[in-house]
């Protein structure tokens, strides 16, 4: 590289003090072109940042010849940076001059700016750095917005240089060192590099980041910050508010002479930590103590004893800590035998402490965090929406038909004529089989290949297509298009496309061999109809398998094969209906005769008339796996008002009728329901979530009532479940993502245990890549849909906790090292084994104490007693 300058020892800044002509001077045709059109800026925007440029402070600097200035005369000037021996002439800005490069447009911006930061190192100024690390680049683009570009990975092709004024400007973003120190923990944390997930990402997943950040951003705007109240406070759990002491218990307690022990220190003690010479103060027991009650009782206990802290203001506040936890009982409403952690003591006939805090001292560890950083990936999807929307024509107007109504609206902005609702085609599924790639068939010369069409809906197949057996040395078929008995207008809009391959000898009664299968949503995330040819990765036949799982492999786990079908297309996108156009039907309706009309209001006769024992045995009967005929599904939806007011757990039932989902009348009417259903269980609304409903309407109802019925005290219980639940959602935009990482991020101990219940998730993939033995199984884990869904989930969790990433940085670390010892003494005898272990504990035990236990943070780990640890072989 070289710099094409004059044998003078001095720098001019490219706008030299002779006006605006000299901000672009250069010499060869890209030069002169670039001058004459700067000679007349158009945009405004762009004239006046040149002008507010051009009245910059003027710097000077030390030279080889002595003092010198940066604006010289037109004699040894410094036109061009060579950077390449070929290639274009770009102008770049820098906070403190400009200078013309000649660069190659194959160079990755990264590579781009460490180079020019080496030219530039004797043009330096003290009061700006020369560290490429501190500068983004900014762009002016096709809109005339300046932008700025986060991805360095990008070549230079990538940008939108090609328009009349090349430039590029290099600053020093606020906050950019904090966005990728965050970067950097957050790839800490998930165990591989964000940048890596950021490359792997499809527009769904990009929208589905952008929509976690903005949950993100609503909850720690509305989250507690502030006292007991704050998100990271830990209460001790409790069972109840308004329960009371079991009388058994009451009993134990009494017969064994039980007391509560309190703990008290004085307040320099407590600001230091030193818990030596605590005071401790007995209490007798009795079952209608609370927090408020026990302390009141303790400070005339002090009172009595004249023992107090001068230091101590006269209005300290006191709260109780349970001793050996980091939880505290601050709730005047719960009684103590309520808590955990007290009843837990009392049945094992262990005497509960306490230890008395000042909650001043307390509450300086519960900080209001600082305000989120906004990362780049919402900026540029900001623009990229903007962009979308003056895509679209200024005068294109939505295509509006006869059944519209005021919430027919479209999900996309870049909504356009070719645009139409499912309820306008008047046609039948067609799908047509094209090929089969990517499996190698036994070398036999008589094998045929088939695939199998399933539209299913849950549990039931509402339509089903065998294609004819071609030669599967070719694996191809013709261009005709299978009819499927499903009217579109009756699609249910979460109907799912299962296709399962499989081949065979020619001889008559042989033995087929499945290739593979995948399961995926007729719609898109944009909630659009898939119209023309698809390439989905299949998956291998395992007998373990998840079959209900709905995405394809596109890791391609087990298996390369592929399948290529094509979809019926019908000449522009076709949106699936809208809660107010099934509102319209139901409203509207005029086919629709009622044979029985049970209402459901009073509960006492609905159960006295004859069909409320059919019903319940009609219940146990598809309960119990038998095929209900029609007659009897029409049974059970006529009393379905019935059900929504009074047994609102039977929403299982209904929702698993071949009856509702073959005709939209019904289940438009289904969802009308479902906004004055009564709340299920617990147990009905995870089972909604489970396998058995694919339904995204029914999926959303359940997780909302599940999110009024769980509280905080509870929800953690639930986590589990609803991870798995994650499994079965048909897209990445799931309302059950959105409530875990809401409640997450509304209390740190739901958040601790979502993020390593996540993580082992994590590990369990990771583990199913290196067991098929794949190479390059960190790319494939990039490919995995559900991969990445969780890390994404994981990232906006820990954008969102900032305040504790450092914790969880040190618990992975621990996590780590753990299992690295565990690998490496697994295979010694046992006397090895105990002597590798704490020898390597003795190494990084300092890096495991005094921390949050990464089980449980309200449990502190203190130091590691090394000398005792033993290894126990969980093989027999």
Same mark, same amino acid.
């Given at each position: 590289?070289?710099?094409?300058? *004059? ?179 957050? *790839? ?30 609503? $909850? ?16 001790? #759990? ?54 408020? $009650? ?135 599924? &067609? ?35 065998? $294609? $004819? ?106 949106? &699936? ?146 991870? #798995? ?152």
């Amino acid at each position: 590289m070289s710099m094409g300058r *004059s044998s003078s020892s001095n720098f001019r800044s490219r706008t030299g003090s002779h006006g605006a002509r000299d901000l672009i001077a250069g010499h060869g045709r890209n030069s002169r072109r670039i001058s004459q059109m700067h000679v007349n800026i158009l945009h405004p925007q762009l004239q006046t940042m040149v002008e507010q440029w051009q009245m910059r402070e003027r710097p000077t600097l030390e030279t080889e010849n002595g003092e010198g200035s940066l604006l010289l005369e037109s004699e040894g000037v410094a036109d061009v940076f060579n950077l390449s021996a070929f290639g274009e002439i770009i102008s770049v800005v820098f906070p403190w001059f400009m200078a013309n490069v000649r660069t190659t447009l194959d160079v990755k911006l990264s590579d781009f700016k460490h180079q020019l930061f080496e030219q530039i190192a004797p043009m330096k100024w003290a009061r700006f750095s020369t560290k490429p690390q501190d500068y983004v680049f900014r762009q002016l683009n096709n809109f005339g917005e300046i932008e700025v570009i986060f991805n360095d990975d990008q070549p230079l092709s990538k940008l939108e240089l090609h328009g009349t004024f090349p430039m590029l400007f290099l600053f020093q973003p606020d906050g950019i060192n904090r966005d990728n120190e965050l970067m950097g923990d957050i *790839s800490h944390c998930l165990g591989y590099p964000l940048d890596k997930l950021e490359e792997s990402l499809d527009e769904e997943l990009r929208q589905f980041r952008a929509s976690l950040w903005s949950r993100t951003k609503k $909850t720690c705007l509305n989250r507690g910050l502030e006292g007991t109240s704050h998100y990271a406070f830990p209460e001790e #759990q409790y069972l109840c508010v308004s329960e009371q002491c079991p009388r058994d218990l009451d009993s134990k307690v009494k017969a064994a002479k039980l007391y509560y022990q309190l703990f008290w220190r004085k307040r320099k003690a407590e600001q230091t930590g030193v818990c030596d010479k605590m005071l401790k103060v007995e209490i007798e027991f009795d079952c209608e103590f609370t927090p408020y $009650t026990l302390l009141v009782h303790f400070l005339d206990e002090m009172r009595r004893m004249n023992i107090f802290d001068p230091e101590d203001p006269a209005d300290e506040n006191w709260i109780l800590q349970l001793a050996g936890r980091t939880t505290y009982m601050t709730n005047p409403d719960v009684k103590l035998t309520s808590y955990d952690g007290v009843r837990s003591d009392l049945e094992s006939y262990r005497c509960p402490g306490f230890v008395v805090r000042r909650e001043s001292i307390v509450l300086k560890d519960f900080a209001r965090p600082k305000p989120l950083y906004e990362p780049h990936y919402v900026r540029a999807h900001e623009r990229k929406m903007a962009l979308d929307v003056l895509s679209v024509s200024i005068d294109s107007t939505p295509k509006q038909t006869k059944n519209s109504d005021k919430v027919m609206t479209d999900f996309r902005p870049t909504a356009s004529l070719q645009q139409v609702s499912l309820w306008d085609l008047d046609a039948n599924l &067609m799908i047509r089989p094209v090929a089969v790639t990517g499996f190698d068939f036994p070398s036999e010369t008589e094998l045929y290949v088939r695939m199998e069409f399933t539209v299913y809906v849950g549990t039931l197949t509402l339509a089903a297509k065998s $294609t $004819t057996k071609v030669n599967a040395q070719f694996a191809k078929w013709n261009k005709d298009m299978y009819t499927f008995d499903l009217y579109m207008k009756d699609m249910p809009p979460s109907a799912v496309l299962s296709v399962r391959v499989f081949y065979g000898k020619v001889r008559l009664n042989s033995e087929e061999t499945e290739v593979g299968w995948v399961n995926m949503s007729l719609t898109d995330w944009r909630d659009e109809l898939r119209q023309g040819q698809f390439v989905f990765n299949l998956w291998a036949p395992e007998p373990s398998a998840n079959r209900s799982r709905i995405g394809e492999n596109g890791a391609k786990i087990g298996t390369n094969a592929a399948v290529t079908i094509e979809i019926s297309s019908y000449g522009g996108r076709v949106r &699936m209906p809208s809660q107010g156009q099934y509102t319209y039907l139901v409203e509207h309706r005029i086919s629709w005769v009622e044979t029985v009309n049970i209402m459901g209001d009073d509960y006492e006769s609905c159960i006295k008339d004859p069909g409320y024992k059919r019903l319940q045995m009609l219940v146990k009967k598809h309960e119990s796996g038998l095929e209900l005929p029609d007659d009897e599904q029409r049974h059970i939806w006529a009393w379905r008002r019935y059900i929504q007011k009074q047994e609102p757990d039977l929403l299982i039932v209904l929702s698993e009728l071949k009856f509702v989902w073959t005709d939209r009348e019904n289940f438009s009417e289904l969802y009308v329901m479902l906004e004055k259903w009564k709340p299920p269980s617990v147990a009905a609304a995870l089972t909604l979530l489970g396998k058995r409903c694919t339904d995204r309407v029914i999926r959303k109802f359940a997780v909302e009532k599940l999110n009024d019925q769980l509280s905080p005290v509870t929800f953690h219980l639930f986590i589990l479940p609803l991870i #798995q639940a994650l499994k079965y959602e048909p897209r990445a935009q799931s309302e059950v993502g959105m409530m875990l990482l809401t409640r997450a991020l509304s209390d740190y101990r739901i958040g601790h245990r979502l993020f390593w219940l996540l993580r082992s998730e994590i590990a369990r993939l990771s583990s199913d890549f290196t067991n098929h033995k794949l190479r390059n199984y960190r790319d494939c884990e990039m490919k995995s849909e559900e991969y990445r869904r969780i890390s994404l989930l994981m990232e906006a969790y820990l954008r969102g906790n900032e305040e504790h990433i450092k914790t969880i940085i040190r618990q992975v670390d621990m996590v780590d090292e753990l299992t690295r010892i565990s690998t490496a003494v697994k295979g010694l005898p046992k006397e090895a084994a105990n002597c590798k272990l704490r020898e390597e504990l003795r190494s990084i035990c300092h890096k495991m104490e005094n921390m949050d236990s990464p089980l449980d943070p309200v449990y502190k780990l203190g130091e590691m007693m090394y000398l005792f640890s033993i290894f126990v072989s969980m093989l027999p």
